[in-house]
């Protein structure tokens, strides 16, 4: 697990692992627009 802590692009992202030892990354882009749903626009 890695706490999470802002990232040299300008957002956030951290580490964790699931109960079946599966590790997961969690990243925050503030610079991608979403949508009406929360859905990341691209284009």
Excluded: C, T
Excluded at 18 to 37: K, S, T
Aim: hydrophobic share 40%; net charge negative; glycine share 14%.
């Amino acid at each position: 697990m890695k706490a999470v802590e802002q990232a040299f692009w300008g957002g956030y992202s951290g580490y964790f692992v699931d109960p079946d030892g599966q590790l997961f990354e969690v990243a925050q882009n503030p610079f991608w627009p979403l949508d009406e749903r929360g859905q990341v626009e691209i284009g």
